[in-house]
């Protein structure tokens, strides 16, 4: 698996290629900001591209918008110290398919990396908590687009990762295929989307 | 100060991936890194195990540095601390001096420069970027002046620069015990140097001196 990381920390982004290196993962570019980012991802075509959302230059939402237009094949996988559910949706409606934060073992970013390079989608349980919070939220006011657009599987996917449960745990606990689990993932990514998209429509409307 | 050719370093940092990448700035330069650890309680443990040279704490991890730097500052007197953060807010740094680091860096720093900071400050030196300490002095220049106290400066002896450290504590609600661990004094030496300040202030208690640092009036 080849990765770009993207932090504006030389600690941070120095630190994470070693750790990574550790774990096999071949680090082919490291990038302070947002432009010389998208630049090594043309000249690089990692699988996935690590990328912090608070950089200076281009925003990282940019970034994300910009990097998953241009490099259809590589995946975003954002590491951010912001469990907020707004940043968390805004990234994933970017087009990032995953998102894990920093205070998370580096265990987190290697299972991030594995599923998005596998064209899967991965939340860590700091980032399914966020989501949880808004969806339950959102039932609760009688929504009709947030909760009500997720089946009743993917709600109790999001429960279960949000309680740091491993796919295999939650494959078997909801009698589903164990590599499903990220499609689930990425079904409620999707619809966050989605459910994104009909909103500005409604607000423009 | 003598400083050691190969200091030992704690890193205090919740984000591994920091952590490793403080680590390796520091032993690309001979330092040793003794122990690296999570949050505020954590650190304190170790650097009591370790007895490391310094400290490099985060400001912002569970728990927080400054309560850090000021526990084992207390207990290590021999232990330089020295906070390393994203954070650039002015209480940050002054809290974090207070409580008694001697250093403030910036996580975006260039890790090379990482030991030439860390030397530094194991050789007694203040460690603190141009930017915050321009900062720091914009903060200072705008606290309101103790007026009566500058007025009574003209016809009595200035207070001394450990006399101020003293008086501001006080003014925090701080006791004779707690000033003496703060500042590594005895607190036979502490209370001499109270009773220098309220003579030099002209006061008969510390209630006093406080409400006259304040501005309010002594007598009230």
């Not at chain 1, 080849?2 to 290629?17: P, T």
Request: glycine residues 10%.
């Amino acid at each position: 698996m080849r990765v770009v990381i993207a932090d504006d920390h030389a600690f941070y982004r120095e630190g994470l290629a070693r750790l990574l290196r550790k774990f096999g993962v071949d680090v082919v570019g490291e990038a302070p900001d947002g432009e010389t980012a998208i630049r090594l991802v043309e000249e690089t075509s990692p699988d996935v591209i690590l990328l912090d959302l608070r950089m200076p230059g281009v925003s990282g939402l940019e970034a994300v918008r910009i990097l998953t237009e241009k490099a259809a094949s590589a995946r975003v996988l954002v590491l951010s110290v912001s469990a907020e559910e707004s940043d968390v949706t805004d990234a994933l409606v970017a087009g990032a398919s995953g998102y894990v934060l920093k205070d998370e073992p580096v265990e987190e970013v290697i299972a991030g990396i594995r599923a998005t390079a596998a064209g899967g989608a991965r939340i860590s349980p700091g980032t399914a908590s966020a989501l949880l919070g808004r969806v339950r939220g959102a039932i609760e006011a009688g929504d009709d687009l947030a909760g009500g657009g997720l089946s009743t599987t993917e709600l109790q996917v999001l429960d279960l990762v949000a309680a740091g449960k491993a796919d295999r745990e939650v494959s078997e606990r909801l009698s589903i295929g164990e590599g499903t689990v990220g499609d689930y993932v990425r079904s409620i990514v999707t619809k966050l989307q989605v459910e994104s998209r009909i909103r500005d429509a409604r607000r423009t409307a | 100060m003598n400083v050691a050719a190969n200091p030992r370093v704690l890193i205090a940092d919740d984000h591994a991936p920091t952590r490793a990448g403080v680590r390796m700035a520091l032993e690309r330069d001979g330092i040793e890194v003794c122990a690296e650890v999570a949050n505020a309680s954590d650190a304190v443990e170790a650097a009591l195990r370790e007895r490391p040279d310094l400290c490099l704490l985060d400001v912002h991890m569970p728990g927080g540095g400054p309560s850090a730097a000021s526990k084992i500052t207390s207990h290590l007197p021999g232990t330089t601390v020295v906070m390393l953060t994203v954070s650039r807010e002015n209480a940050d740094v002054l809290e974090s001096l207070r409580r008694g680091a001697v250093g403030y860096l910036l996580k975006d720093m260039n890790p090379a420069s990482l030991p030439v900071a860390v030397r530094a400050a194991l050789g007694g030196e203040g460690v603190l970027p141009r930017a915050l300490a321009a900062g720091l002095i914009e903060e200072l220049r705008h606290r309101p002046e103790p007026r009566r106290v500058m007025g009574l400066a003209r016809d009595r002896p200035a207070l001394s620069a450990r006399e101020w450290e003293i008086l501001e504590m006080l003014a925090e609600g701080a006791g004779t015990a707690e000033i003496a661990r703060r500042l590594f004094l005895s607190q036979v030496t502490v209370r001499r140097h109270v009773s220098s300040i309220l003579g030099k202030l002209g006061v008969s208690s510390r209630e006093e001196a406080v409400r006259l640092i304040r501005g309010e009036d002594p007598d009230d």
